[in-house]
């Protein structure tokens, strides 16, 4: 979607908004509707009834008339008030609720897309501008308020037209002119600032960043070992100065709007008080009409002015809305295909594959073809650079390849349903994360799962002894940011516990191990190699690690250098042959003997 459809646009993303609304929280538009009616009684009972009380205290002052007049003043505002302000916390407590649903559906989005995307600097971006476009430019629902308050400011300007009609049809056409004059500039003025606002959104995701890792736990070391914290501040303070520079100007195109309308307000001000000063000198009008018709235009001008601005800023919404579009219809290339998963057992095959990440000039991956047989450990070994971590996130379909084919039981990959074949792997990568659950939650997640069958997966990773010493078991937190009892995990324990995660998945029938070891001490890498058959059971398994003598428990190893597959066989035939992975393993062994 581009933004080049002028008025359509405007409709569209109107009755887009409309629609998400009225399908997140219905009430919402009975308060807000109601809210407009109210809202447009309110001014009527303050420019009538004060003609009424004047007449009659110039007239014949007679006290029950006057005590009347004032009762239905203040009754009439007391009420319609108090009808506003219910309306208006109701529709303040649903948009939260609406709000939130938003941001859950922008979240669901950015987790369903591709994985290459999250890697792009450019699409954050475009996700921070798309996070604008329910509250746009601050003001709150901006686009729904707007077209209430047109629809409202009808029946306001209908009641006032007709007061005004009676004293001078032409003074209407020229409070209009003015109120339309600044109109103008005010809109120049708004669209100005809602650009600013786009550019502005790059900058508050790289601030928050910066934020929430001075205030993360898992940086505090960091900070605190290589004195970060000056050195992150003015990473800090100079987005913040960037930011105050949009700010500045977003002020100034304000400001100058502001003193503009400034200026016609006092115009229309001088006119009309003037013109009806005038009238009551000659007899024309009454000081209860004064009073009235002062009133009515401070009034139609304000309704005036509430329309004119409603509408410039539904213009300026498709700025938001060009955003949203673009973000929310960002391609989902790889959750196109919606093919059966072939059954079980599974042979995975890699048919003259290479991959080339974008605005790459070389392939990370070159003309690789092997197959993973059912049930069989492969061991993936090679320099840093060679294409490791290339060849698992094709693997597991995180990107498709440029070249090749990836075949389950002879079935392209990418004609299988994304989130079926996902559900066959598992996973413990080199980076994982934990989480600030507990332990059973940061094994199953939602999933049912009995505290029993957590806690033999967490020993038989390796954490038992750990377990034990923790008076809530299975249900201790993870770091002490959500419970001051939780416990932090060592390097090797975290591993152990992400085991247990992959493991813990029943439908997973490959294993991707990438460096499931390396934060272990050797007694318990030990006990993970002696358990290795069985951990993985009978499922296959592509083990990843630096550490070369762990592909002694591979069926076969594939040695990768340069992108490309050097050498391919067992344990002992790569050894034997005198090549690549011979070289490596004994470059490692010289220290170990």
């Known amino acids: 979607h581009r933004g080049t459809g002028g008025g359509m646009d405007v409709l569209k993303s109107l009755l887009y908004l409309w629609r998400y609304v009225w399908d997140f929280n219905k009430s919402y538009v009975f308060y807000a509707i109601a809210y407009q009616f109210t809202s447009a009684l309110l001014p009527f009972s303050n420019i009538l009834m004060p003609k009424y009380i004047l007449d009659e205290l110039v007239g014949q002052q007679r006290m029950p008339v006057l005590l009347l007049y004032i009762g239905i003043l203040v009754s009439a505002n007391l009420l319609l008030n108090v009808a506003s302000n219910f309306l208006n916390g109701r529709m303040t407590t649903t948009k939260t609720d609406i709000y939130y649903k938003f941001q859950m559906m922008l979240s669901r989005n950015i987790a369903q897309s591709d994985y290459e995307q999250i890697e792009s600097a450019a699409f954050l971006d475009i996700k921070e501008k798309a996070a604008r476009f329910l509250f746009a430019n601050g003001t709150g629902f901006g686009l729904i308020e707007a077209a209430l308050n047109i629809i409202g400011k009808v029946f306001v300007f209908a009641g006032i037209i007709g007061i005004l009609s009676t004293l001078n049809v032409w003074m209407i056409a020229i409070f209009a002119a003015l109120v339309l004059l600044s109109s103008f500039v005010e809109s120049r003025a708004r669209k100005t600032i809602a650009e600013l606002d786009l550019e502005n959104a790059k900058i508050e995701r790289k601030s928050y960043y910066l934020v929430t890792r001075m205030e993360d736990f898992r940086t505090g070391k960091e900070i605190r070992l290589y004195h970060l914290a000056d050195y992150l501040i003015e990473k800090i303070r100079g987005h913040f100065h960037s930011a105050q520079r949009i700010k500045a100007k977003q002020v100034t195109k304000k400001n100058l709007a502001l003193d503009f309308g400034a200026v016609t307000t006092g115009i229309r001000d001088l006119i009309a008080y003037l013109y009806v000063v005038y009238e009551v000198i000659r007899g024309g ?136 074949y996902q559900s066959i792997l598992a996973a413990v990568f080199q980076d994982f994360q934990l989480f600030s659950f507990t332990l059973k939650e940061n094994v199953c997640f939602d999933h ?24 809530k078991g299975v249900h201790t937190y993870l770091y002490h940011d959500m419970d001051d009892e939780g416990f932090s995990p060592s390097g090797g324990e975290a591993q152990k516990i992400a085991i247990a995660r ?92």
């Open 502 to 593: 992959a493991l813990f998945k029943a439908g997973a029938r490959i294993l991707i191990l990438d460096e499931p070891t390396s934060a272990m001490d050797p007694r318990a890498e030990f006990e993970i190699y002696r358990q290795f058959s069985k951990l993985v059971e009978n499922r296959s398994a592509v083990y990843i690690s630096h550490r070369l003598s762990s592909a002694r428990f591979c069926d076969h190893i594939l040695v990768l250098k340069d992108g490309g597959i050097a050498e391919y066989g067992t344990f002992q035939q790569l050894y034997d042959k005198g090549g690549e992975f011979k070289e490596l393993y004994d470059l490692q062994a010289q220290f170990y003997v």
């Open 448 to 471: 049912a799962a009995s505290d029993e069958a957590i806690r033999d997966l967490l020993t038989e990773a390796g954490l038992g002894p750990r377990l034990q010493s923790l008076s």
């Open 285 to 420: 009008i009454s000081i209860g009409d004064f009073s009235m018709y002062t009133s009515a235009v401070y009034q139609f001008s304000s309704a005036m002015t509430t329309v004119m601005q409603s509408f410039f800023d539904i213009q300026q919404y498709k700025v938001y809305f060009d955003a949203f579009q673009q973000y929310i219809h960002t391609p989902k290339h790889l959750r196109e295909s919606s093919g059966p998963l072939p059954k079980a057992p599974y042979v995975l095959e890699f048919d003259h594959v290479s991959f080339r990440y974008a605005n790459q000039e070389k392939d990370a991956l070159r003309d690789v073809s092997f197959r993973l047989e059912s049930g069989e450990k492969l061991s993936i070994v090679g320099e840093n650079g060679a294409g490791k971590t290339t060849l698992v996130k094709l693997l597991m379909r995180l990107y498709d390849p440029t070249q090749g084919r990836i075949l389950l039981n002879g079935v392209d990959i990418r004609s299988i349903d994304y989130d079926a």
